[in-house]
């Protein structure tokens, strides 16, 4: 059971946009510790998708952006292609538990 | 260009102690606030945060993992060490090590992980 919930799949056609959410609590997101996400292509390691909530590491596109508001933040990719199919993951900070935190991850399939 | 990679064994027996090593090359281990984590996810599974250290030698562990869990670094060698012991089957998983970038923001504490290694899978079986 991770600290962090994400839905454990989510789809979309090439062209459209998905969210993915990532709910947590008063200890974590809702105490304002910042979210970051990272995608995992099939077979690798994950790599910084977005940290400090909606912020992009140079080289990630701007198709990609991130948010927060309360206890949850969601990740957002708007006109999905083929190469966007992984395994993403929402991270934080709990201070209950004075530790990093991940979500259980969601799997995008491209249809 | 900043890399990490992993090594250890590929297979270890249930009760054995694990010794991982994370080689680190283009930031140094004795720079200010550098650290490094470790993070493992079972096959199939979610990531899970293990460890880190940091370059002043501050250490923090998982809560549920703290007993068997002992992270080190040999900084000449640019090396982070990860014990784990007792192992037991379901420590079967990828061991990741990552770069810690933390501080304070208006928020509060911070961290993210950027690079990765590209993690070894170590398989616990008798």
């Known amino acids: 059971q991770s600290v962090l919930t994400q839905p454990p799949s989510v789809s979309g056609a090439p062209g459209q946009r998905v969210t993915i959410s990532c709910t947590g609590s008063s200890s974590n997101i809702g105490a304002g510790y910042d979210v970051h996400w990272y995608q995992q292509l099939p077979g690798t390691a994950p790599q910084l998708l977005i940290y400090?909530?909606?912020n992009r590491p140079s080289g990630v596109p701007d198709r990609f952006s991130g948010s927060k508001s309360g206890t949850s933040a969601s990740l957002a990719i708007t006109g999905l292609q083929a190469e966007d199919e992984a395994d993403y993951y929402c991270?934080?900070?709990?201070?209950?538990?004075?530790?990093?935190?991940f979500g259980g991850g969601t799997k995008l399939t491209v249809l | 260009q900043v890399t990490l990679k992993e090594s250890g064994p590929v297979l270890v027996k249930p009760t054995e102690t694990l010794t991982l090593t994370c080689t680190v090359s283009g930031f140094s281990l004795s720079n200010a606030r550098m650290g490094v984590s470790w993070i493992r996810q079972p096959p199939g599974k979610a990531l899970e945060w293990l460890a880190h250290i940091f370059s002043n030698d501050e250490k923090s562990y998982s809560t549920s993992l703290k007993s068997r869990l002992t992270i080190s670094k040999d900084t000449s060698k640019s090396q982070v060490v990860l014990t784990m012991t007792n192992m037991d089957p379901v420590d079967t998983a990828t061991y990741y090590c990552a770069r810690i970038n933390d501080g304070y923001d208006s928020s509060g504490y911070y961290n993210w992980f950027d690079p990765w290694g590209q993690g070894t899978l170590v398989t616990v079986s008798s």
């Open positions: 991270q934080s900070y709990d201070s209950s538990l004075s530790a990093s935190v």
């Open positions: 400090g909530d909606s």
